[in-house]
């Protein structure tokens, strides 16, 4: 059985920065790409930022050159800097393993609000 673990959200005020965390455990399996998602009330889950196995990594638009994301094996990271009210979601993680497998993790909440 494979678990998806995320850390790190909370509230921040606009401008501040926070650093989402999620590992992966249980059984081996081999990585095609590691990905952060969120949904925001209303409206529908959207990718934020993707690394894949090439190395390649994409972004969202609304989050070029504020958010960051990387990969240490099992791990991934999300290091969002410069937030806004509009990046308040829940964060999810998503792994893709080689057999084309998908696992989710459970959400963090992310608030940008004085």
């Known amino acids: 059985q494979v678990q998806l673990v995320e850390s790190g959200g909370g509230l921040v005020q606009p401008g501040g920065s926070l650093r989402l965390s999620c590992v992966v455990s249980?059984?081996?399996?081999?990585?095609?790409?590691m990905a952060w998602y969120r949904q925001a009330p209303g409206k529908e889950r959207e990718l934020v930022a993707v690394?894949?196995?090439?190395?390649t990594i994409t972004y969202v638009d609304s989050v070029k050159g504020r958010f960051t994301i990387s990969r240490d094996n099992a791990k991934v990271y999300l290091q969002m800097n410069s937030l806004k009210s509009e990046d308040t979601a829940v964060y999810y993680c998503n792994v893709v393993a080689m057999s084309r497998s998908v696992y989710w993790g459970q959400g963090t909440q992310v608030t940008v609000s004085s």
């Open positions: 249980g059984r081996a399996f081999s990585i095609n790409a």
């Open positions: 690394v894949r196995s090439t190395g």
